[in-house]
């Protein structure tokens, strides 16, 4: 299991991101985040030696960003006797 980091400021390479934000519970593909990058939407990073670097801080705000609203189920609809 991947550990989670207690320190916001850790970094994290693609892959070591995407399984760390899975273990979150967050499940995302490195694949994904290096699509998000192209798309224009995903978390900050920094590049040292061509090697994206994301915080860990960062990516926890990102992904908590990118959740629905609380849902519940659908109420019933009333049944009237025949």
Not at 12 to 36: C, V
Not at 49 to 55: D, G, K, S
Request: net charge positive; aromatic share 8%; hydrophobic share 40%.
């Amino acid at each position: 299991m991947t550990p989670i980091p207690t320190d916001p400021n850790t970094r994290l390479r693609r892959k070591e991101a995407a399984a760390t934000l899975t273990a979150a519970g967050f499940p995302i593909s490195s694949a994904t985040l290096a699509s998000a990058v192209t798309l224009g939407h995903s978390p900050p990073f920094r590049i040292f030696n061509r090697v994206a670097l994301y915080t860990w801080g960062d990516l926890l705000t990102w992904a908590e960003g990118r959740l629905s609203a609380p849902r519940g189920t659908p109420p019933e609809t009333d049944r009237k006797a025949a």
